[in-house]
């Protein structure tokens, strides 16, 4: 029972055996998985799985690095879709200093209006942080985040930081680089946030966990994580699975 809460079986890279990989997932035990959209593309295609398969729901919402392309006529998409009944947050939204397509003004612009928009649709939003994270936990604050929570997506910063972002309503999500045999912070926040705050994801095709590192990742690779935590808390693997799958139900407010 794991539950993969971000992938992106809506990237190009599964073209070819979409089928495949699904079934690969199901048979290690991922019984639900969120797709996640972050432009008009890659929402489409996020909204036709969900519609496509009982076990995969929707994130719709756009991506910080491609904010200077978001029209108010997308925000307005966004927020029509999120009266779906299969889609479960809104993201991936946030800030990414690492490229430099979008100004830093307009992907804080682009942050806070999809914060406001999760608000007004009453859904729990999912940061995207990339070298930003005093600006992330600010503008989170200034926006009054906490009333509609969320996940801390692929979570790469410190403990401290992660204890911060569980007391505003969120979530710390891990991902592969929890497994890398260099990732210091990634181990030091599994081993220090309780289970009852942690996620679990593999944010395919990207991180693949080790051994598979540097290939294509797919959900299927998530048991590699929960595993990894599990070895890092010294509980078992299904400890993992159950927790971080009731924690997914619970902010997703899912009920099958």
């Known amino acids: 029972m794991l539950f993969d809460t971000h992938a992106h079986l809506n990237a ?18 991922v019984d639900n998985m969120v797709v996640v959209g ?29 904010a200077i392309d978001m029209t108010e006529e997308d925000l307005q998409w966004i927020e029509e879709l999120a009266a779906h009944p299969k889609v479960v947050a809104i ?76 007391k505003m309503n969120f979530y710390i999500s891990l991902g592969g680089p929890v497994t ?6 990634p181990k030091e926040v599994a081993a220090e946030i309780p289970l009852d705050k942690l996620l679990i994801e593999t944010d395919c095709p990207y991180l693949a966990p080790h051994p598979h590192r540097g290939q294509r990742n797919e959900p299927s690779y998530v048991k590699l994580v929960a595993e990894q935590i599990a070895d890092i808390k010294g509980v078992s693997l299904e400890e993992v699975a159950e ?3 009731r924690n997914a139900k619970k902010l997703f407010a899912i009920n099958r």
Request: glycine content about 6%; charged content about 35%; proline content about 4%.
């Open 180 to 185: 890398f045999k260099n990732a210091k912070k």
């Open 91 to 166: 993201g991936e939204m946030g800030l990414d200093y690492h490229w430099d397509k979008s100004p830093k003004e307009i992907q804080k612009e682009v942050f806070r209006k999809q914060i406001r928009l999760a608000k007004k649709v009453k859904l729990p939003i999912v940061i995207h942080n990339r070298e930003a994270t005093a600006d992330i936990v600010e503008i989170l604050k200034e926006e009054g985040a906490e009333e509609v929570g969320g996940i801390m997506h692929c979570f790469s910063g410190s403990p401290e930081v992660a204890k911060e972002c569980v």
């Open 12 to 29: 190009e890279q599964y073209n070819e055996d979409l089928e495949e990989v699904i079934s690969r997932a199901h048979a290690e035990g």
């Open 243 to 245: 927790a971080t799958t």
């Open 38 to 66: 972050f432009d008009r593309p890659t929402i489409q295609k996020a909204m036709e799985l969900a519609e496509s398969y009982d076990f995969i729901y929707a994130c719709v919402g756009w991506h910080p690095v491609d």
